[in-house]
């Protein structure tokens, strides 16, 4: 085969494929709403959750080795809860928090006031790239927004990767 010609699985998958243009389009015109979605908020808390503990790990210079003799576990087991290859309960939570010295706070919050997730992502075509477009809040509520805002954007790209 020369460089000209692709499988045809790959042809049939690349023609399959939404452009990205299309797929701008369609989010700006139906917004997923994230905010209601069980398993995105979950994957949400589950990445703040670990973004936290590597951070406290970091900040208490404490190895995986060490986190795992703490916790009596293994160390492939805390590379498995810091990788989120594997589930978790609240009183592993609550373990590793106390291993870490660290506090943790569960809260539920009403959001109705919170804006829906608003921010547009647009298509460059002549960069080539894709650019997304902050979130619009109200003024009345300038420090407010969506409830996972610092993990949407990569989320969203993952689900046409």
């Known amino acids: 085969m020369n460089n000209k010609e692709i499988s045809a699985d790959l042809a049939k998958l690349l023609k399959?494929?939404?452009?990205?243009?299309?797929?701008t389009k369609e989010l700006n015109e139906n917004p997923i709403d994230f905010d209601n979605d069980p398993d995105f908020v979950a994957d949400y808390l589950k990445a703040t959750f670990i973004n936290d503990v590597i951070g406290a790990m970091k900040d208490k210079d404490i190895s995986k080795t060490a986190l795992a003799d703490k916790l009596g576990k293994s160390k492939?087991?805390?590379?498995?809860?810091?990788?989120?290859?594997?589930?978790?309960t609240i009183e592993t939570i609550?373990?590793?928090?106390?291993?870490l010295e660290q506090e943790v706070v569960l809260t539920l919050k009403d959001r109705k006031t919170k804006p829906v997730l608003q921010e547009e992502i647009v298509y460059d075509e002549e960069q080539k790239e894709v650019n997304v477009i902050p979130f619009k809040l109200p003024q009345e509520d300038k420090f407010s927004q969506g409830f996972c805002t610092g993990y949407l954007f990569s989320k969203t790209l993952n689900q046409w990767s």
């Open 16 to 23: 399959e494929t939404p452009k990205l243009e299309e797929v």
């Open 76 to 88: 492939q087991y805390v590379g498995r809860i810091i990788n989120e290859t594997t589930n978790y």
């Open 94 to 99: 609550s373990a590793i928090a106390c291993a």
